[in-house]
């Protein structure tokens, strides 16, 4: 423990901020105060202390501030916790989709789920869909399907997923329906994208709605003694993957 401040660093955040800890109390803070941040080679701003140049694009560390490179040799532990930040949402969303076709969903007067960085929505999509052309062969004009879906798809650092999977048991298809009609998800740009597809033999039209919670989340952490390593005269990373400098 360190005398003068009474605090230690506890925990190193990807957002570059040191979390330190009261040994005696347990109690955490992110701002240790000036003296005591700098005397664990940390940078302070903002009433924050960093062990890395506050972020403005990439992973970058100044060589002569590298505390967390003297600890190594303790067990990977990852965690993501969330703020308290979140928000419900509901979107309606409409396709055309001609035979033997697919067809991006666009949004009925509001604007695109959204998919911001450190940010995981949740929820379920409830399908309608409608055969509108007949061919006098396959299907029905009016012929149905109602799908439920539920869906996830995160934003962490950067790095987006999407992933969505169908209630089977609350599927109603109508006789004539092949039940090959589907619903697909994916992420462009900072926007959830939801696809359709129809049937082969006519066009059919999709209804969606979404129900979804967005949770921001507030920090992913790698704990101190894993997270930067000494290499000789380098900092690397727990992979050997050294930083940029």
């Known amino acids: 423990m360190n005398l003068d401040?009474?605090?230690?660093?506890?925990?190193?955040f990807l957002n570059g901020?040191?979390?330190?800890?009261?040994?005696?109390t347990s109690a955490t803070t992110f701002d240790?105060?000036?003296?005591c941040c700098t005397r664990h080679d940390g940078i302070y701003e903002d009433n924050l202390c960093y062990w890395r140049t506050p972020r403005g694009g990439g992973q970058?560390?100044?060589?002569?501030?590298?505390?967390?490179?003297e600890r190594n040799g303790a067990a990977v532990q990852r965690a993501t916790t969330l703020s308290g930040t979140s928000s419900a949402q509901q979107r309606t969303y409409i396709a055309e989709v001609?035979?033997?076709s697919t067809a991006a969903a666009t949004v009925d007067g509001a604007a695109q789920l959204g998919l911001a960085v450190n940010t995981i929505v949740s929820g379920q999509v409830l399908v309608n869909s409608v055969q509108t052309t007949y061919n006098g062969t396959n299907g029905s004009i009016g012929s149905a399907d109602?799908?439920?879906?539920?869906f996830k798809a995160e934003n962490i650092?950067?790095?987006?997923?999407?992933?969505i999977t169908e209630i089977t048991a609350a599927r109603i298809t109508d006789g004539d329906a092949t039940g090959n009609r589907a619903v697909a998800i994916s992420v462009s740009g900072d926007s959830i994208v939801f696809t359709c597809t129809g049937e082969t033999y006519g066009r059919v039209n999709f209804v969606l709605?979404?129900?979804a919670t967005s949770q921001e989340v507030n920090r992913a952490l790698i704990d101190q003694d894993t997270l930067l390593l000494e290499s000789g005269e380098s900092i690397v990373t727990e992979n050997a993957t050294r930083l940029q400098e």
Request: glycine letters at 8%; aromatic letters at 6%; proline letters at 6%.
């Open 60 to 69: 970058v560390i100044d060589r002569e501030r590298r505390n967390a490179s």
């Open 98 to 100: 001609e035979e033997g």
């Open 157 to 163: 650092e950067g790095t987006t997923s999407a992933t």
């Open 5 to 12: 401040c009474g605090l230690t660093p506890h925990r190193y």
């Open 32 to 35: 240790p105060g000036e003296a």
């Open 146 to 150: 109602a799908i439920t879906y539920s």
């Open 17 to 24: 901020t040191i979390q330190f800890i009261n040994p005696e």
């Open 209 to 211: 709605n979404v129900n």
